[in-house]
């Protein structure tokens, strides 16, 4: 999703503690390195005792661990611009009842936009689960960023764009493309949870 601009709420800071942030900033970064840049979230029994010991609110450390697992949301966005082509796609999974479409690639100077609708039958409002729905993360390799732009959802269709940075290649016959659901509390997907879409 789109990022407001964020604006520097107060002008002031106390020089003294200058050092002290710079080391918070350091030690984050040691922290993504010796975890992989895949940290996970700490058990809530570990963030009480941080809690107690360093006079630190629980809350205040829950909201900062989970921004520092969510790093990823504060890239800076590339907008889709110069737009050039566009490219059939036309490829379709089905999964536990639910029937997974790519139609086309839009491609564009700086950036490639997909789209993945979901659709599958309505169901009566007494049906367990009829109306969860779940946001899908996308991943192509390690050369692709891909983030979810907008997304909407009705009682039997699902509709998410995504902007892949840098563009796409026009022939992506060799590409697989792998939607994980992620849930509310930050977890992803299993493997066997993966919607895989291939090209060729």
């Not at 010991?53 to 110069?82: H, I, W």
């Amino acid at each position: 999703m789109r990022l407001l601009p964020f604006e520097r709420p107060t002008e002031h800071y106390d020089e003294r503690i200058v050092d002290i942030d710079k080391e918070i900033c350091s030690l984050i970064q040691q922290r993504k390195d010796a975890s992989d840049d895949n940290p996970g979230y700490p058990p809530f029994e570990y963030i009480s005792e941080w809690s107690e010991t360093f006079e630190l609110y629980e809350d205040f450390l829950k909201a900062l661990f989970t921004t520092m697992m969510n790093e990823k949301q504060f890239k800076p966005r590339v907008e889709p611009s110069g737009f050039r082509k566009h490219i059939e796609i036309l490829r379709a999974v089905e999964k536990d009842g639910r029937f997974y479409t790519l139609t086309s690639l839009r491609q564009y100077s700086n950036a490639s936009v997909l789209v993945l609708n979901i659709d599958w039958d309505e169901q009566p409002d007494n049906v367990p689960n009829s109306h969860q729905h779940t946001h899908y993360e996308l991943f192509i390799n390690e050369q692709y960023d891909s983030r979810m732009t907008s997304g909407a959802s009705s009682s039997d269709h699902a509709s998410y764009k995504y902007v892949v940075t840098p563009p796409l290649p026009d022939d992506i016959s060799e590409l697989q493309f792998r939607f994980g659901p992620y849930n509310h509390s930050f977890k992803k997907a299993e493997s066997e949870d993966e919607i895989v879409i291939g090209i060729m």
